[in-house]
């Protein structure tokens, strides 16, 4: 699976949109982006996912550029409780059984 | 209930004695996995299993831990003569089937081994 890298610390202020950059410049073509958070003392938690389309749900939207070697995370509207470390995963439909989670970037949403 | 569980929540034992750690996935997902988490670090996959298959155990760290899924539903992770270096979070995911699956995961179980 490929490789990604993520900014270690961002703040956004409450109500305003949260944009967070993800590069995987080695991406293959059958890799897919994930997103996955974790709050503090909880498990992680899956956010959205995208192959090359832009995605959105009721979470958050994933903007893919068009050469796919880099993404973004938005949260529309950040809230004191979307404060958590936010994982860029890329791998393919039949990578290892296992999520790799690098060291993400760590939100804080400052009121 | 709606989302993966893991009990015990927090669990504290003596170095040397024998754990065991709960999961149980959300009713109809097939595969399972475990991770750990140690403060500050990240996940650390340890076993996965899918459905009937032999389980993939590629990430125990030692022939300490085991684990077993029953009736293709609950799995017992088991740490035997437990040291303080396995001192760590225990999380437990579910998902639908493995690939392009989204794996749910429980809110774990934080271990200390005193």
């Known amino acids: 699976d490929a490789k990604t890298t993520q900014p270690p610390s961002m703040d956004c202020a409450e109500g305003r949109a949260a944009n967070l950059p993800c590069n995987h410049s080695?991406?293959?073509?059958?890799?897919?982006v994930y997103w996955y958070r974790q709050i503090h003392s909880q498990g992680p938690q899956y956010i959205i996912h995208g192959l090359k389309n832009n995605e959105t749900n009721e979470m958050a939207s994933l903007i893919i550029t068009e050469d796919r070697k880099s993404s973004t995370l938005i949260l529309p509207h950040a809230t004191l409780r979307d404060t958590a470390v936010y994982y860029c995963?890329?791998?393919?439909?039949?990578?290892?059984?296992?999520?790799?989670f690098g060291t993400g970037t760590r939100l804080t949403v400052i009121p | 209930g709606a989302g993966v569980s893991q009990s015990p929540s927090n669990k504290v034992t003596e170095k040397g004695k024998d754990v065991e750690l709960r999961c149980d996935p959300i009713s109809g997902h097939t595969a399972l996995y475990w991770y750990r988490q140690s403060l500050g670090q990240g996940l650390e996959f340890l076993i996965y299993f899918q459905g009937n298959s032999a389980p993939d155990k590629s990430g125990l760290p030692s022939d300490r831990f085991s684990a077993e899924r029953t009736g293709g539903s609950v799995s017992t992770l088991t740490i035997q003569r437990t040291q303080q270096e396995d001192s760590a979070v225990y999380l437990c995911?579910?998902?639908?089937?493995?690939?392009?699956?989204?794996?749910?995961f429980g809110p774990g179980t934080r271990l200390l081994v005193l």
């Open positions: 995963i890329v791998r393919r439909r039949s990578g290892a059984n296992n999520l790799f």
């Open positions: 995911a579910s998902s639908l089937e493995r690939g392009l699956e989204t794996q749910y």
């Open positions: 080695t991406i293959s073509g059958n890799e897919y």
